[in-house]
């Protein structure tokens, strides 16, 4: 990552006593940062960030008892319960500072998120072999067990499979051993029962851990407000905001659209329909839908989505800093081409494979629209902002 760096003096003249001998030079004062930016971290810190943690954590215990009453194939219901957690935790994947950030990445980054949700890294196989295995009942199975076979993307694995067939090669072991076909259909179903429960457990435990980082004055939501330790500054918590900002960009345009539809090199052939995420639910563009939801949550400086009330409207966002800084029009049209995407994408069906398949035109708009603002988040809005992109996102303005 790269941090914004202040150059010191060419010369300081000291005047030194013993005592000072002793003791370590005082540090820098850190970069001032405007009353609009500061109030801005406030509102992410102690209003945006904790609700949609909170509102995942909510989701993750609604599941919780819906499993608690799987028996032979998963409910509707359980279903449902699934769906809204994948959106809840889809509009928090705009978040990924602190604690939820990849560590080594981020500053302060433990990797919750990729706990909680690893895509693109999703390997169904990989779940049918624990259901092979079946030692997921044994005490810390889920600390020990691969992020590919825990979290949302094994749970959509087993909530959405409606036959006997498992998802590994002919080669692979379960296959290759007879291990799986010795399983009967009830045997198979209580194993994915008893897997799901394990992994939704998890998942709540993972999130119970995020609201409490960031409730009231937990140490990521002090630490952001202020700038204080892990970051250097509040000029650096500001970068790192805005770099889980560029979720949109990295993710949301270049993997879950541009491969599905063809544009990047990564598909080698007209479409990829089958690299679509959430494949199994039929949940790809609500996906992406949620996405745009946190992205305008983050930028405007809210608390709950448009139509539900709340405390969110009278806070501070990305757009009210711009507003303060001379540049209103970019406040606007950002908020503006960020709506113009969802509505791009509302009326196309809620599967994207479908959508690729009948109407590829019409999901290569919505890729075109969330381009134009991603262009502007990545160009216009850091050069205002004077806002630091992470390697990650340098050179990169496409």
Not at 38 to 44: E, H, P, W, Y
Not at 159 to 169: E, S
Request: net charge negative; with cysteine; charged share 25%.
């Amino acid at each position: 990552m790269r941090h914004t760096t202040h150059a010191a003096p060419l010369a300081l003249i000291f005047t030194l006593s013993a005592c000072d001998l002793l003791s370590p030079p005082a540090a820098p004062p850190a970069a001032p940062i405007s009353g609009a930016r500061g109030d801005l971290l406030s509102t992410l810190a102690h209003h945006t960030y904790p609700r949609l943690y909170s509102d995942a954590l909510t989701r993750a215990e609604e599941l919780n008892e819906r499993l608690a009453s799987w028996e032979g194939a998963p409910s509707e219901e359980a279903r449902a319960a699934w769906r809204a957690l994948a959106l809840a935790w889809q509009r928090a994947e705009l978040a990924q500072v602190g604690p939820a950030g990849a560590s080594g990445l981020r500053v302060g980054g433990r990797d919750l998120r990729d706990l909680i949700y690893a895509y693109p890294l999703h390997n169904p196989c990989r779940v049918d072999q624990e259901l092979v295995a079946n030692d997921f009942s044994e005490p810390g199975w889920a600390g020990r067990a691969v992020i590919s076979a825990r979290g949302l993307d094994a749970l959509e694995r087993l909530l959405f499979t409606d036959d006997d067939a498992n998802a590994c090669a002919s080669a692979i072991n379960i296959n290759r051993d007879g291990t799986w076909a010795a399983l009967s259909p009830e045997d198979l179903a209580a194993r994915r029962a008893g897997l799901a429960r394990v992994l939704s457990a998890d998942l709540a435990a993972q999130l119970t851990a995020l609201r409490a980082a960031w409730a009231g004055d937990g140490e990521s939501a002090r630490a952001l407000a202020v700038g204080d330790a892990p970051f250097s500054s509040a000029r650096e918590a500001l970068d790192q905001v805005y770099a889980a900002l560029l979720y949109l960009d990295k993710v949301s345009r270049d993997l879950k659209l541009a491969i599905p539809l063809g544009v990047s090199p990564d598909c080698a052939a007209e479409r990829c329909p089958e690299l679509l995420e959430h494949a199994p639910s039929g949940l790809s563009r609500d996906a992406l839908i949620a996405n745009l939801e946190g992205f305008l949550l983050i930028f405007e400086g809210r608390a709950s989505l448009e139509g539900e009330g709340g405390e969110g409207e009278a806070l501070v966002g990305f757009d009210d800093v711009l507003a303060a800084e001379g540049a209103g029009e970019l406040a606007a049209d950002m908020s503006a081409k960020a709506r113009a995407v969802i509505e791009a994408l509302r009326p196309l069906n809620a599967d994207l494979a479908l959508t690729l398949r009948d109407d590829p035109d019409a999901l290569l708009d919505a890729y075109e629209q969330l381009r134009a603002l991603t262009t502007l988040l990545k160009s216009q809005l850091a050069t205002v902002l004077n806002l630091s992109l992470p390697m990650e996102g340098a050179g990169d303005n496409d």
